[in-house]
Every structure is written in structure tokens, then in C-alpha cells.
Nanobody, 124 residues
Framework: QVQLVESGGGLVQAGGSLRLSCVAS????????MGWFRQAPGKEREFVAA????????DYKDSVKGRFTISRDNAKITVYLQMNSLKPEDTAVYYC?????????????????WGQGTQVTVSS
């Protein structure tokens, strides 16, 4: 069982930056690929970024490439999402998730554990 707790959300103006953190419980963090997803009001949850267990491989939603960076520190059992050049369309609740699958992925149903989410609001 893995418990995930996100933090770092907030209100920021367009063009600003935020760094989200997700701290995991348990001793198996390094065995899990991790992902960030987001859900805006009235929309389905969508993939944002993922990182492999060792942190070597990453993947991003096209619209955040070059602006967002996912990273992890297995010693601190934490995964991060650095978000730069934020846009109003990035406004959503952001969730981190962990998968027991061998590889990271962009499909939400492949993730086994989820955090409670943190709100990110970008004003224009």
C-alpha cells in the first residue's frame, strides 16, 4: 500500500511558476513509476507527465513539453512537477499517482495509487 500526499498548488498569474511535490509513504517508492494527472472542471482526468522508477525516462503531454519538468528523489520518497510559463488552460486539480506496472504510462487506469489532489489556478 502506498499513500501519496501532494502539495504546492496555489494561485498564480499567467507566465508564473509553481512546483508541486508528492510525498509517498512506505518502503516501495523506488519500485513504482510515477505520474502526474490533472482534471479541470467538467473535463476528464488527463495525463500530464510520467517518470520511470529510476528517474531515467520521462514522458509528457504535448501541451506541457518544454514548460513542465517531472523529477523524483527516491531518497526523499518524493516526486516533483516543476511548472513554468503557466497558462490559464493549466488550471486544474493536479494528482500524483503510482503504478505497480513495469513501465510508466499515460493511462490513468494503469495507476494503482492516487493522492488527494492539489488545486492549481492560473489567472490571465
Amino acid at each position: 500500500q502506498v499513500q501519496l500526499v501532494e502539495s504546492g498548488g496555489g494561485l498564480v498569474q499567467a507566465g508564473g511558476s509553481l512546483r508541486l511535490s508528492c510525498v509517498a509513504s512506505g518502503r516501495t517508492f523506488s519500485r513504482h513509476a510515477m505520474g502526474w494527472f490533472r482534471q479541470a472542471p467538467g473535463k476528464e482526468r488527463e495525463f500530464v507527465a510520467a517518470i520511470s522508477r529510476g528517474g531515467i525516462m520521462t514522458d509528457y503531454k504535448d501541451s506541457v513539453k518544454g514548460r513542465f519538468t517531472i523529477s523524483r528523489d527516491n531518497a526523499k520518497i518524493t516526486v516533483y512537477l516543476q511548472m513554468n510559463s503557466l497558462k490559464p488552460e493549466d488550471t486544474a486539480v493536479y494528482y500524483c499517482a503510482a503504478t505497480t506496472a513495469q513501465a510508466m504510462g499515460a493511462i490513468a487506469s494503469n495507476y494503482d495509487y492516487w493522492g488527494q489532489g492539489t488545486q492549481v489556478t492560473v489567472s490571465s
